[in-house]
């Protein structure tokens, strides 16, 4: 038989099996479900932190480290931290609100930040690294703000914590994408040094870390 003619049915049979599960319903190659995902915008501190802290929360598809807050159009990391242009250090969080929802990434987003910290984030100090929150619609909106007057209220203290209108979102360069992945001896150092797990304990105790990151209670 021709090698042409072989290959053809063999092509044929390889279809055929790969296309078998999906026909009984085992899904082994099913594609994903169709329904909507939704994405918040968190400020707080080194991008790479947050998206450590966000990264393991079920439900949350991805992270990505950019800038937001600014005026300056599709900004350098460079600009940004030598301060001018108005943005700071953020992190998109893609997520499925059938699993999760914004307001338990509030709850996580809180447990990740030192919210009394003016213009500054544990040893990165400047405005850039301010925290602050970003809601998308006037519901988020309104979870922000009383998730501030919780925080507040917990601590009778005033917060530090901006809650802005989001305009747009930059991404960062390349190399600070999943940095605490790629770099992890010298994420940690840094990490370490900054003392940001010490500082997120004598916060928030227990709690440090919401539900994710590395002082997580449960990740």
């Not at 010298?186 to 440090?208: D, I, P």
């Amino acid at each position: 038989m021709p090698f042409s003619i072989i290959k053809r049915l063999s092509d044929r049979r390889w279809t055929a099996a790969l296309a078998l599960p999906c026909a009984l319903g085992l899904g082994s190659i099913a594609l994903a479900d169709d329904h909507d995902t939704a994405e918040a915008v968190f400020g707080g501190g080194c991008f790479w932190c947050v998206e450590e802290a966000f990264d393991p929360v079920e439900g949350v598809i991805s992270t990505t480290s950019g800038f937001s807050g600014g005026e300056v159009e599709n900004p350098s990391y460079n600009q940004v931290v030598a301060g001018g242009t108005g943005h700071i250090e953020v992190v998109k969080v893609e997520y499925d609100p059938e699993v999760v929802d914004y307001e338990t990434l509030l709850h996580v987003f809180w447990r990740n930040i030192d919210p009394f910290a003016e213009n500054r984030q544990f040893c990165d100090v400047g405005a850039p690294y301010r925290s602050a929150l970003f809601p998308m619609n006037e519901d988020e909106r309104a979870m922000a703000n009383a998730s501030l007057d919780e925080v507040a209220e917990r601590f009778d203290r005033e917060i530090a914590t901006e809650i802005n209108d989001f305009e747009a979102f930059y991404a960062a360069e390349d190399y600070h994408q999943d940095y605490y992945r790629k770099n992890p001896v010298r994420y940690k150092f840094y990490k370490s040094s900054c003392r940001r797990t010490e500082r997120l304990e004598e916060v928030w105790g227990e709690e440090a870390g919401g539900l994710g990151g590395e002082v997580s209670v449960a990740r």
